[in-house]
């Protein structure tokens, strides 16, 4: 007869061979146990990946006389297997492991075009309770539970989970799917990827309930940090796992894929190439922004933001400079204003800046010579912004938070805090915040009234120069010399701690690429990935 067709699934079992290490040890006596045993062992017989098991998980397993897993195209026959195809040392006590580990190894059609039947099991002994009928899946094509299918969609669901488990979040959210459609069904479980997250994280995550939050997407996030960060373990120390390159000249970054722009006191704009990190030359190669043989700016580079390939630079010369980083960093316009620019945000309208004149500012990068609008909301200087189509979000000296709409060209809402706030990240739904006193806030958003719902000690001894948040990573720096990697839970859980021989000035993440600025001219970059 023809031997079985090696399909998807058996492909599928085969990911997990390095992931079972024990040898195969006789399930325990009762049905969630041996459900554990082959959750756990399900691609490990004899050293082969098994084909595909039987579709029935109801106690009824095939007879203990099949050969299979080895692809010899030997027949099959009545009684034990023997050869070095067999299990060493099977069980013969126990019928139930040996029908076990005959339903692992899967029916294999025999070489003989009429074998003889297979004996039925012998029947369990009277202590052992017959295990429990178990949940299944659809067929491959889609049908009904009790079908043909056979191989994985014939496991519980819980069993899919566990195995799921094992594989990276980003596999099981982009190769599951392409399987079949009951295998797309369990990659799109949200109840499932909220448990694993949280299983993940450990604690309370999101810290608010947001009403589009992608559990999928975070778990991919939170699990590629954990991977990065060495995080995973239960009692992870507080150590540094990656070591970072030091780029020697400069302050706050915006860190991308393959260009990471520093600026610093020396007033300068420096741009680094990162494709050259880990290759043949030293280190990557830069290039200072501007012609003027003063430097970029005629005052300290203080803030820098950037959207798509346009990059601009704000400094105490009280000016906004315009880089096209596609023309090899040719200066492409300038933003003049009345006093020091301490903060800038680049939406893909407008550009934001805030100064130490106490005004918020935005600009059309098309043409930046005028504001578009301008505001005078706060009664000290602007440290920190942020903003996003509609809303401008500020803080200020004066320890207030100040929420602009940008369509009604007016103050929002105006929030009394206890301290001021010096570095932000927001993601439309949420605000979080650091503060001169070392603690992080965060703010939920509720069409554009913000409330402080948590304020966090991180560990910081001062202030937070630096914050950078997602669903699944947090990072801040300190001018206490450290920065510190979180897991963004309520309360957030740090799983990492870098400590520098200056104060850190500020922290850009994008992609596989970390950067923090420090007050000794020097950036510090980690670069994960190949």
Known sequence: MVRPHVGPFRRFLMTYRPLSPRPFRRPRKTSVGAAS?????????????????????????????????????????????????????????????QEFADRLRGPVDAADPEPEPPPAPDPPPASVPPPVPALRRPSPTGGVPGGSGGGLLALPLELLLRICGFLAAREVRAVLPRVCRALRDVSRDAVAWRVRLRRRARGALPVLEEKDFDPAAACVELEEHLQRWGGGGRHAPLLPRPRPLRLRGHRPPPAGGSLCVSGARDRTVNLWDLRQLGGAQSGPTVKALGSEPGGTHKGWVWCLAAAGTTLCSGSWDSTVKLWDL????????????????????????????????????????????????????????????????????????????VVIDRRADGVLQRLQLQHYLLSMSYRGTQLWAGDNQGRVHVFGNSDGRFRAERRFDVGHRLQITGLWQNEGSLYTTSTDRTMRIHVPTDPPRTICSWTHDDVLNGISVEGDVVAAASGGLSVEVWKFGG
């Open 326 to 401: 596609e023309a090899e960093g040719q200066q492409c316009g300038e933003i003049r204003e009345r006093a020091a620019v301490l903060c800038l945000s680049f939406c893909p309208d407008a550009i934001i800046t805030g100064t130490y004149d106490k005004t918020v500012a935005a600009y059309d990068p098309r043409a930046p010579q005028a504001p578009v609008r301008s505001y005078k909301p706060h009664s000290s200087a602007v440290l920190a912004l942020a903003a996003d189509d509609r809303l401008i979000v500020s803080g200020s000296e004066d320890r207030t938070l």
């Open 37 to 97: 045993g082959f959750g756990v062992r399900a691609a490990r017989i004899d050293g082969v990946a098994t084909a595909a098991p039987s579709d029935d998980v109801s106690g009824r397993y095939p007879g203990s006389g099949s050969r299979c897993g080895r692809g010899d195209g030997d027949a099959a026959g009545p009684g034990p297997v023997p050869g070095p195809g067999a299990m060493e040392d099977p069980p013969a006590a126990d019928p139930r492991a």
